[in-house]
Nanobody
Framework: VQLVESGGGAVQAGGSMILSCAAS????????LGWFRQAPGKEREFVAA????????YYADSVKGRFIISRDNAKNTVYLVMNSLNPEDTAGYYC?????????????????????WGQGTQVTVSS
């Protein structure tokens, strides 16, 4: 599975942004898609994930209530709507796909639960 992110850029604090991640290849094998982010000097962290078949969603506490993850199965695309952005949300955002089931919803919140990664898109929030 190949993943291509789009929609990053610069925004002022309090603003909104939508990221997209288009999957191609063996998309029938996707169990879940997730978003992770990595700020300079920090480790990559989980942001949000969605189960491909039942649509269950999972969020990091830091974005719960502000970010919304959704999917369009027909387009093999997952979206991340980011509202009320603040400078702490500045990071490279990466899309990931789970194509080998881990048989655990918790795996969708962990880097190790994913098999394919996109190249990332930068989000910069200014104060």
């Amino acid at each position: 599975v190949q993943l291509v992110e789009s929609g990053g850029g610069a925004v002022q604090a309090g603003g909104s942004m939508i990221l997209s991640c288009a999957a191609s290849g063996r998309t029938f094998s996707i169990y879940g898609l997730g978003w992770f982010r990595q700020a300079p000097g920090k480790e990559r962290e989980f942001v949000a994930a969605i189960s491909w078949y039942d649509g269950n969603t999972y969020y990091a506490d830091s974005v719960k209530g502000r970010f919304i993850i959704s999917r369009d199965n027909a387009k093999n695309t997952v979206y991340l709507v980011m509202n009320s952005l603040n400078p702490e949300d500045t990071a490279g955002y990466y899309c990931a796909a789970q194509v080998n089931s881990r048989f655990s919803a918790a795996a969708l919140t962990m880097e190790g639960g994913y098999d394919s990664w996109g190249q990332g898109t930068q989000v910069t929030v200014s104060s």
